[in-house]
């Protein structure tokens, strides 16, 4: 099965089954889907495309129908897709088309001849290259296969998941792992996939209630921005995913006032371990897990000599991918991927019966004087504060410990720095609690939606 065979199979059973919605833009059915697709490869191959080619895709938040029928209509031709954010500057656009050896780009769904393509397309073959966000340095593309793409999908109606909604909303960018999936979820899951062209928490409501959605996906930034826009409760979602970022626990809490029958659910992956994750259902007895593998997958610390290590203890968080691996455009050898393990690039442990815990981005482990600190438990510790809305830990230079703790905050109202502090010392040790306290109007992120903390480092 691959993404093509899934959505033929779809459009020959329910031609006029609607598979995705923009709200205020249109929707777009099975039926439609495919022979649209159909005339987007058609017109790549007249265009002289040829399998393996690699298609820019730039869409905006608002195209995401057309960006879905450009998708498969790259994957139908046999070429490789590479969705790029639109608020990319042209000359980043110019690097990343120049790295991957782009042959063309595409910012709408062109083509007019829906015949269908015969064109045999190998489940080992790539399907599309997703550039990360670069927030440990320069964008890496990640090489997925069209069998990686449609592991575990099948077109029988009883395999397709979400089954209690009619509706799945979500506001994930177009370019990201987190978006990808979706698209994934449109094509293979059994609601209608909802979006809408701007995020804010009065329209994300607005939308949930509008199609009494039963399945939800935010990113923590988004559900920090639902729990503190005083929205009424929406209780027609019985399924709350948050993924992209760990989400701390007392912003878990608070989503159970804004969504009080939705199971709070978080998802740990990467844009190099997909489909690889594990899934946690929110428990207040593990309030810091990110949960146990799912859908075959496997997780394993390791010390920094590859030793896998016992329960309890800290190391580097592999993760095995029970699809066809992934692998970095034009570095097959990198370290990240390993004999069908991925390194996650974060540290952690397992506790005795497998659950995941997350300490840190070994990135950004703060090591000051004799110390290991890790900014996770930190900002934990400050989501807590009842009027902390956002925060962010990260290391600074110092003249005598080497490196010195520093937090961002974004704050409901305004609260003395002492007042955080007193609050902090009831939960972290000495040393943790931050030299600086730093109060922002927003935290700066970067396309994926993810903290930009190398910006944060040069705060003056």
Not at 197 to 215: C, D, E, H, V, W
Not at 404 to 426: I, M, Y
Request: net charge neutral.
């Amino acid at each position: 099965m691959t993404l093509p065979d899934l959505l033929a199979a779809r459009a020959a059973a329910d031609p006029d089954g609607v598979a995705m919605i923009v709200d205020g833009v249109g929707s777009l059915t099975f039926g439609e889907w495919h022979a649209r697709a159909n005339a987007a490869g058609n017109h790549l191959i007249d265009q002289g495309i040829t399998a393996g080619d690699r298609v820019g895709l730039i869409f905006p938040a608002a195209g995401w129908l057309e960006y879905a029928i450009a998708f498969l209509g790259t994957l139908r031709a046999g070429a490789v897709a590479v969705p790029l954010s639109d608020r990319l500057p042209e000359a980043e656009i110019g690097q990343l088309s120049a790295h991957c050896s782009m042959r063309t780009l595409l910012r709408d769904a062109p083509g007019d001849d829906a015949r269908p393509l015969d064109i045999p397309i190998n489940p080992a073959s790539p399907a599309q290259i997703l550039y990360t966000s670069g927030t440990t340095g320069t964008a890496k593309g990640v090489t997925a296969s069209h069998a990686n793409l449609a592991y575990g999908l099948r077109p029988e109606p009883r395999y397709r998941a979400f089954r209690h909604s009619r509706h799945l909303v979500h506001a994930f960018p177009i370019g990201t792992n987190a978006g990808q999936m979706m698209l994934v979820n449109a094509l293979g899951a059994h609601p209608a996939v909802v979006t809408l062209p701007r995020f804010t928490p009065g329209r994300f409501a607005a939308l949930i209630r509008k199609y009494q959605a039963g399945t939800v996906f935010v990113v923590p930034a988004m559900a920090i921005e639902l729990t503190s826009a005083g929205v009424e409760p929406l209780e027609s979602v019985l399924l709350l995913g948050s993924a992209a970022a760990p989400l701390p626990a007392a912003v878990a809490t608070r989503l159970g006032t804004v969504f009080p029958k939705a199971m709070i659910t978080n998802y740990y992956t990467s844009t190099e371990a997909a489909p690889a994750q594990t899934i946690m259902l929110f428990d207040p007895e593990r309030p810091g897990s990110v949960g146990r593998p799912a859908s075959g997958g496997g997780v394993r610390i390791t010390s920094a000599s590859g030793t896998t290590l016992p329960p309890g203890e800290t190391g580097e968080v592999w993760m095995r991918s029970p699809a066809a691996p992934r692998a970095y455009f034009g570095d097959p050898g990198s370290e990240v991927f390993r004999d069908g393990w991925v390194r996650m690039g974060d540290l952690g442990y397992l506790d005795e019966e497998g659950f995941l815990y997350l300490v840190d981005r070994e990135s950004d482990v703060v090591k000051s004087g004799a110390y290991k600190i890790s900014t996770l438990k930190i900002e934990e510790a400050l989501h807590a504060h009842p009027l902390v809305k956002e925060a962010a830990a990260f290391g600074v230079p110092h003249p005598v410990l080497g490196t010195a703790v520093v937090a961002a905050l974004v704050v409901r109202e305004q609260v003395a720095p002492e007042q955080l502090r007193a609050f902090l010392g009831e939960r972290l040790a000495g040393h943790e609690i931050p030299s600086r306290l730093v109060t922002l109007d927003a935290l700066p992120r970067n396309r994926g939606g993810k903290v930009d903390k190398r910006a944060l480092r040069t705060m003056p």
